[in-house]
DNA sequence: AATAAATGTTAGATTAATCTAACATTTTAA
DNA sequence: TTAAAATGTTAGATTAATCTAACATTTATT
């Protein structure tokens, strides 16, 4: 872990980074307020330490370590705006500021706990999702499998549960992430859901599950 | 506020401060884990900011604004503490270096409603006190009149309610923090209180009431 | 394509917090 | 009561993060 400011260069260039196009020193400067070469001489230390792959006068590219670096960050933010808008009843306007410093408490413990408390939540209070403790992001357009439609055909794109009997079970049925499956029938008495999977076979997946599996339509 | 490197300084020569003797430069180098001449240039420092009185080679001594800040820090780390241990359900003995962490979280708002979620509380997972938002710290050995025994010659040490209404009742009273009262009897029905007060006289105070008086044996 | 505008880099200074080495004062104790 | 030990200060160096001024490269525009 870096310093603070470090992390928030890192944060900032991830977010950047997803907007389209190149990230440039002037942008992060600007987001920042600090001066070009503030940028430059800081963009040459965190590339030192493989957080960013950068050559002079290219745009600026983050690591898979970076990202991963940024992502728990970006975790540690979002959780705290939740929290603070459900559990201290806060202003979702006013938080982000407070996730701001809350962001860089250096604590694992601290954080599963907050995530424990809400529930393991998937967004902040903007909508904006939560990644999870591995830097997993659920899209945000991706709705747990209970919640598909009848008839529809979507993509498995993340489980909510790491457990080796949970993913086991996935296994035996025959699923995986990424594959495309289409939902048969959902039973209305105890929201057990028939799909059929990429084998053309199809299986019954029980509440409990199909709560843990997200789905991209 | 200063930096987070001066709040550690003003928290640690407060906590000094409070055990017997001169508050010393080599303590405060032992505490803060620094070498001498470090302290020696922090001190000078927080000395023209006000922070702190010193004359080279006499011992540090805290000013009224100093120990303010002191209690606003010390304020927010029990509160932390505790948050960590009722809320998180984290164990005691983990919570310090979390709340060392959050003590520099700045936001009255998010300390505000940390201390009502928690009930206003008045010590932390250790038993030491939490002092209230204006660096007011009911004594440890404080306790409400509301638990005082029958017969008992105690004295106010703190009020817990600032509302001018509050005040107002007790001076109708003629009670004041510092007056040295005796309890005459106690209501088991509605939990009020008979005391005389320093004039001699009998008065009855509601539960209300005596929940919010804090007492010294 | 030549040049102006925009963007990025290098060099060197500044501030906060720290350090080591050398010196000064105070306290302890022979 | 003076020498040794402990404690404190000053001077000057170092590191992280920032700045300004000067220079370099890239992009846009006539």
């Given at each position: 872990m870096g310093s603070?400011?470090?992390?928030?260069?890192?944060?900032?260039?991830?977010?950047?980074?997803?907007?389209?196009?190149?990230?440039?020193?002037?942008?992060?400067?600007?987001?920042?307020?600090?001066?070009?070469?503030?940028?430059?001489?800081?963009?040459k230390k965190l590339?030192?330490?493989?957080?960013?792959?950068?050559?002079?006068?290219?745009?600026?590219?983050?690591?898979?370590?970076?990202k991963k670096e940024a992502l728990s960050i970006i975790r540690k933010h979002r959780l705290a705006e939740l929290f603070l808008v459900k559990i201290l009843k806060l202003g979702w306007e006013e938080v982000h500021e407070i996730a701001e410093q809350l962001e860089h408490v250096n604590s694992d413990r601290f954080y599963n706990r907050i995530d424990e408390l809400l529930g393991f939540p998937k967004a902040d209070p903007h909508g904006e999702p939560i990644p999870d403790v591995n830097g997993k992001v659920v899209s945000q357009k991706s709705i747990p499998l209970s919640q598909a439609n009848v008839g529809s055909s979507v993509k498995i794109s993340a489980v909510t549960n790491d457990e080796k009997l949970f993913l086991d079970h996935l296994n035996?049925?025959?699923?995986?992430?990424?594959?495309?499956?289409?939902v048969k029938k959902k039973e209305e008495f105890d929201g057990s859901v028939s799909i059929i999977n990429k084998s053309r076979k199809e299986t019954m997946l029980s509440h409990q599950v199909v709560e843990k599996i997200w789905v991209e339509l």
């Open positions: 603070l400011t470090e992390e928030n260069y890192i944060k900032t260039i991830y977010n950047l980074s997803l907007e389209p196009g190149e990230v440039s020193v002037s942008e992060l400067a600007k987001k920042l307020s600090v001066k070009l070469p503030t940028v430059t001489s800081m963009i590339s030192v330490k493989k957080m960013v792959s950068y050559a002079p006068y290219q745009g600026i590219k983050m690591t898979e370590k970076g035996s049925k025959g699923l995986q992430i990424g594959d495309q499956i289409t």
